[in-house]
């Protein structure tokens, strides 16, 4: 017997509206899929101070983005 | 003896100018920092198709993001 698959979204535990670019180390953005319906975006911050799960519905989420690649090098 | 330390770039073997949003199933955005001074973006693929380095230079890169992030749901 073969149990129903649940949704594997990551972020479970919240989302975060703003997070300052400059302490951003690195960001993921998760399409949605079949394993979770939700785009999702992961913020890894600087200095080892983890992970969070930034809103994709925050306009802010957007605006981080478009930052971040302008503070390309 | 302490050799150099060299740079840890994620992308080595060159970037694409452009990859259709819909065919992205993740999204990872590297801002610079000490072990690369470069900000790299790296696409995961949709169905096994592996990783592609995206060109941050290329304002098709920041196209796609603003696309990414309209298609949520």
Do not use: D, W
């Amino acid at each position: 017997q073969v149990g129903h698959s649940k949704a594997r979204c990551l972020c479970l535990n919240g989302l975060v509206n703003h997070i300052k670019p400059l302490h951003i180390e690195m960001l993921e953005v998760y399409t949605s899929s079949h394993s979770c319906r939700n785009m999702e975006i992961i913020v890894t911050l600087k200095n080892g101070e983890g992970k969070k799960c930034l809103n994709p519905e925050a306009p802010f989420a957007k605006k981080t983005i478009e930052k971040i690649m302008k503070n390309r090098r």
